[in-house]
């Protein structure tokens, strides 16, 4: 079982939509989660950190935790073409490192 | 921001020479860096913990010898293949941890290098 279990897609959405990208995890002793969007022949790059359980918003981004359930969620409202990427979950204990879930490719429908 | 450049950003070579990739932080001193290797359509998959000034730690599996890290200074990480082969070819990417603080433990990252040993 991998510690870290990302559907990889694809998901396909029209512009304006709600997306729901979600992650399960084994480890409990994950503490400090991110989410990356990475587009195509990129690098990624971190757009929600989360310590902890509980909710996180910035703009039309929310990251959500919910530790007894070892499962973590990033909404995106009002969805927009250009936020076609593949959104990368990953997860740290508070070492080092970090452990990366497979990646979420998601389109946007104009 | 923090900046992180990677280069090359693409690179064709042949079976069994060498290429070297260099990352950079631009705008901040990184103390640790890490290279990571990415398959098509799979995560980042960690191959090494860089730091400055001491021998990188390779994680389980990655061939030391194959994949030579060094980083120097507080501002380069280079990553070295060392005579690459077709299964060598993949997209490596570094990144830079920005330590402790608001951010914790979120990483900036290069641009990658898309490799292809032919």
């Known amino acids: 079982q991998k510690e870290v279990e990302q559907d990889p897609g694809p998901l396909s959405v029209p512009e304006g939509a709600i997306v729901s990208l979600n992650c399960t995890y084994s480890n409990s002793a994950f503490q400090y989660f991110m989410w990356y969007r990475q587009y195509s022949r990129k690098g990624p790059e971190l757009l929600m950190y989360t310590y902890s359980s509980g909710n996180k918003e910035d703009g039309r981004f929310t990251a959500q935790v919910d530790k007894s359930s070892k499962y973590i969620s990033l909404f995106i409202r009002d969805s927009q073409p250009s936020d076609s990427a593949t959104y990368l979950c990953a997860m740290n204990t508070g070492g080092f490192k970090t452990i990366f879930g497979a990646g979420t490719r998601l389109f946007v429908k104009a | 921001g923090a900046v992180v450049s990677q280069h090359p950003s693409w690179v064709i070579c042949k079976s069994g020479t060498s290429v070297k990739i260099e990352c950079r932080s631009l705008d901040f001193q990184a103390t640790t860096m890490f290279w990571y290797r990415q398959f098509p359509k799979q995560s980042l998959m960690l191959m090494a913990t860089?730091?400055?000034?001491?021998?990188?730690?390779?994680e389980q599996g990655v061939e030391k010898d194959k994949f030579l890290i060094n980083h120097a200074s507080l501002t380069l990480s280079t990553l070295t293949v060392t005579s690459a082969h077709p299964e060598d070819s993949s997209f490596y990417i570094c990144?830079?941890?920005?330590?402790?603080?608001?951010?914790?433990?979120?990483?900036?990252f290069g641009s990658g290098t898309r490799l292809t040993v032919v």
């Open positions: 860089s730091n400055e000034g001491s021998k990188a730690t390779y």
């Open positions: 990144s830079a941890s920005l330590g402790q603080g608001a951010l914790g433990y979120g990483y900036t």
